[in-house]
């Protein structure tokens, strides 16, 4: 497991002006296709088969993630992913284990003897961001201003996103923020819009997860806005709903905090 990060993190050098390209290209796509843990399929194919839509498997439209999880495992995500919409564009020729063996993939990723027991996913160091010879986080202050979007897969409580349009595998997370308790149609998206301007850290994302990354992530931190609270002494996160709560964004996906 050691050997195989290791690996990675020795190519992720190498793969600056590929993974550039890549990130490039994330909006460029219009022609989402459904998603394996292995291999990009065609449009209105899934991971076991059946077609899109498929009512014994939860699946509403061809637009949402499906209630039921890829081999009943919440680790792996919906069974079935969007083919058409914002999230399926982002999601287009995504693999949910970059292309391994399902085993290996959580041999890799996956640390059973995190949160005392309970298991949690090995996320890389300083913040997901590619690291400088020094060993400091490749990132800078950005001004994110009146009418930028942006979204996330993941709840109000997180504090990274990315520009609107930027592909799931571009964001090298894991398959499980894909996954919704409250709404699994939506596939945990929530999109949103600056209000008033505000600063975040912002760099291209290291690859992890067997995804690609380098694409951009916006880090929302305390520190950088006048007024914030610190709500966590440890990594200075500024949660997402802060944000909603003192309206410096609105949301363009969620009722309540609907932009008019």
């Known amino acids: 497991m050691q050997f195989r990060k290791s690996m990675i993190s020795l190519t992720a050098g190498a793969l600056l002006l590929a993974g550039a390209a890549f990130a490039d290209a994330t909006s460029a796509s219009a022609a ?20 899109t839509g498929d009512p014994t498997d939860g699946h509403r439209s061809p637009g949402e993630c499906s209630e039921a999880d890829f081999r009943d495992d919440s680790r792996l995500g919906p069974r079935k992913l969007p083919v058409t919409g914002e999230v399926g564009r982002e999601l287009s020729h995504y693999q949910r284990t970059g292309g391994e063996p399902v085993q290996q993939f959580l041999d890799t990723w996956w640390d059973p003897s995190a949160r005392s027991g309970q298991g949690g996913w090995q996320y890389p160091p300083k913040d997901g961001y590619l690291i400088n010879p020094d060993g400091t986080p490749q990132r800078t202050v950005t001004s994110l ?10 709840g109000t409580g997180g504090n990274f996103a990315s520009p609107e349009g930027t592909k799931y595998a571009a964001r090298a997370i894991p398959p ?11 596939c945990n998206y929530h999109a949103y819009r600056v209000l008033q301007t505000f600063s975040v850290y912002s760099g291209a994302i290291r690859p992890w997860f067997d995804q690609p990354g380098y694409g951009q992530q916006y880090q929302v931190v305390s520190a950088l806005i006048p007024g914030a609270p610190v709500v966590d002494p440890v990594s200075d996160a500024l949660p997402i709903q802060w944000l909603l709560d003192n309206q410096l964004i609105c949301s363009t996906t969620d009722a309540a905090y609907l932009c008019q």
Do not use: C, Q, Y
Not at 32 to 51: K, L, M, N
Not at 176 to 186: A, I, K, R
């Open 145 to 154: 201003t009146p009418g930028l979007e942006f979204d996330r897969f993941g």
């Open 32 to 51: 989402p296709a459904s998603t394996t843990d292995g291999t990009a399929i065609t449009v209105g194919a899934t991971t076991d088969g059946s077609t």
């Open 176 to 186: 499980s923020n894909l996954d919704s308790t409250t709404d699994p149609g939506s």
